[in-house]
């Protein structure tokens, strides 16, 4: 098991930005695909965006232009700089590995929208 830790969320209101920070053990961050989930309340767990391991990134629609992920390989961390943001973009905001397997979910990071 990777154990994950993300941090970096808060309470913004509409049309600010965050940024996200995902710390992963080993070195999965440069040989894997790696994805940013979230779950907003009373929904199911859903994909953000993915990077690749040669560094491609590619995003729900709901995010494009708005959401940029990146990675730093060194620190085996992973980012989500989110701008413009809107209420519906309130959620538990988790990383992991895309396509999403059996590897335990992180505590996550709260992010909260007001409008």
């Known amino acids: 098991q990777v ?32 994805a940013w989930y979230r779950q907003a309340p009373g929904k199911q767990r859903a994909l953000v965006g993915v990077i690749t ?9 709901s995010v494009k232009g708005r959401f940029t992920i990146s990675r730093d390989v060194a620190k085996s961390a992973l980012y989500l700089q989110m701008s413009s943001l809107k209420p519906e973009d309130t ?3 988790y990383c992991n590995f895309f396509p999403y397997g059996s590897n335990s979910w992180g ?3 709260q992010v909260t929208v007001s409008s």
């Open 3 to 34: 154990q994950l830790v993300e941090s970096g969320g808060g309470l913004v209101q509409a049309g600010g930005s965050l940024r996200l920070s995902c710390a992963a053990s080993g070195s999965v961050v440069r040989i894997n695909d790696m």
């Open 53 to 61: 391991s040669g560094g491609r990134t590619h995003y729900v629609d």
């Open 91 to 93: 959620a538990v905001y």
């Open 107 to 109: 505590q996550g990071t």
